[in-house]
Every structure is written in structure tokens, then in C-alpha cells.
């Protein structure tokens, strides 16, 4: 019988990191990573995101355009994209190995079947904890450098200035989800070698005396 404690921390796990895995894809196609407004036109601002720029207006609305080539982006925005992409796919590999190494799918039975659903487990759990690391360390190296360009005092005081865009917190929540749908999924397979019960025969032998002096050998299963 599967523990119910093991149990709850694998659906707890596969919850949140299913949640953490669709934060990281909405934060991948967000455009708003730089949000830059200026003073002159306080209804416009330029959202600027890894696939595609977008002009957000009161009265017009939203137009974007997509970014005609990759070598149009600079360093950072680069390489957060291909963090992002690198986590996305991560974390989904680690929610498809955990899917099978569940204890409510009987898919693998026995002691060495239990041994390959725990492998299974811990593989889920260090690719989740890879997305989240990879999502944590993209949002975080393109808020420094917003930070570092936001006070720098080369440039001049009335040239806008990029600030944190909304699927920076989004990219932020999903890399601190699949790092505790990670620990769930370590923790449920610590100590789940299931033992199957089974019935140990003991064999006796006790000798009988007889009357007559002969001895009768009698065996008794236990």
C-alpha cells in the first residue's frame, strides 16, 4: 500500500510544477521584459520582450512587431531567450519522467520495478530544478541590467530609461515553483523502497523416541 504521505508530496509536486512550467512559457512569450515610458508621452509606452516590440497607447491600443532577426537583439535579451527555451523544455521532460514514476501509476512492479520508478523520480526532480535555476537565472540577469542601465550616470538625465516588465515576476514565481515542485519530488522518493511482504518458511526438525527406542524424524513448516 502506498504511503499517503509520499503520495500527497507527488501530487503536490506535479501540481506546482505543472503551474511553474506554464508561468515559465507565459513569461517566454510575454513582451513586456523592458518596459520603457517617457515624460513627454505619458499615455505610450514600449514594451520589449524576447520575440517581439510593442507600442501600448490608450487610444490605439497595442501594436507589435516581431523581431525581424535575432542578430537585431542585443547580448542579454539573447541570451535570456536562450535560457528560457532551454528551461522550458527541461522542466517539461522532468513533468513526463515523473508522470510514470508516480506510486498511483502501476506501471512498474517489484522490488527492482520500485527501484526504477525512484530513479525515474529523482531525474524528474534535477530536471525541474534545472528549468527553475535556468528561468531564475534569465529574469534575474535582465533585471540586473535594467538596474545597471537605469543608474547610469552616463547617461543623460532626460533619455528614458527601461524598468522591470511584468513577465520578469512571472519568469520570477515560475523559477521558485519548479524549485519546490522539485524538492517534493526528491523529498516523496526518499526512503520509498516499497517492500513487497512475504511469508518465511522455517523448517524444524524435532526427533521423536518411540517405545520401542527407534527415533522418527518429524519436519514442521513455520
Given at each position: 500500500m502506498a504511503n499517503p504521505?509520499?503520495?500527497?508530496?507527488?501530487?503536490?509536486?506535479?501540481?506546482?510544477?505543472?503551474g511553474g512550467w506554464f508561468c515559465s512559457l507565459a513569461a517566454t512569450l510575454m513582451p513586456q521584459w523592458r518596459s520603457l515610458s517617457t515624460e513627454l508621452l505619458a499615455t505610450e509606452s514600449i514594451e520589449q520582450g524576447l520575440w517581439e516590440d510593442c507600442v501600448m497607447q490608450e487610444v490605439v491600443g497595442i501594436e507589435c512587431r516581431p523581431h525581424d532577426t535575432i542578430l537585431g537583439l542585443?547580448?542579454?535579451?539573447?541570451?535570456?531567450?536562450?535560457?528560457?527555451?532551454?528551461?522550458?523544455a527541461a522542466s517539461l521532460l522532468g513533468l513526463l519522467l515523473a508522470i510514470p514514476a508516480m506510486s498511483q501509476i502501476n506501471c512498474c512492479k517489484g522490488e527492482e520495478g520500485q527501484s526504477i520508478k525512484r530513479g525515474l523520480k529523482i531525474t524528474a526532480a534535477v530536471f525541474l530544478c534545472i528549468g527553475g535555476?535556468?528561468?531564475?537565472?534569465?529574469?534575474?540577469?535582465?533585471?540586473?541590467?535594467?538596474v545597471q542601465k537605469f543608474f547610469d550616470e552616463t547617461i543623460p538625465h532626460g533619455v528614458p530609461r527601461s524598468e522591470f516588465g511584468d513577465a520578469l515576476f512571472v519568469g520570477w514565481a515560475a523559477g521558485f515553483l519548479e524549485t519546490v515542485a522539485?524538492?517534493?519530488l526528491f523529498a516523496s522518493?526518499?526512503?520509498?523502497?516499497?517492500?513487497?511482504?512475504?511469508?518465511?518458511?522455517?523448517?524444524?526438525?524435532?526427533?521423536?523416541?518411540t517405545v520401542d527406542g527407534s527415533i522418527r524424524k518429524r519436519t514442521e513448516y513455520v
Open positions: 504521505c509520499r503520495t500527497a508530496m507527488e501530487l503536490l509536486g506535479m501540481f506546482i510544477g505543472t542585443d547580448n542579454t535579451l539573447t541570451l535570456a531567450r536562450f535560457l528560457m527555451c532551454l528551461s522550458n535555476v535556468l528561468v531564475l537565472t534569465s529574469v534575474s540577469y535582465v533585471a540586473y541590467d535594467i522539485a524538492a517534493l522518493s526518499v526512503g520509498s523502497r516499497d517492500r513487497e511482504p512475504r511469508l518465511v518458511y522455517h523448517h524444524q526438525r524435532q526427533e521423536i523416541s
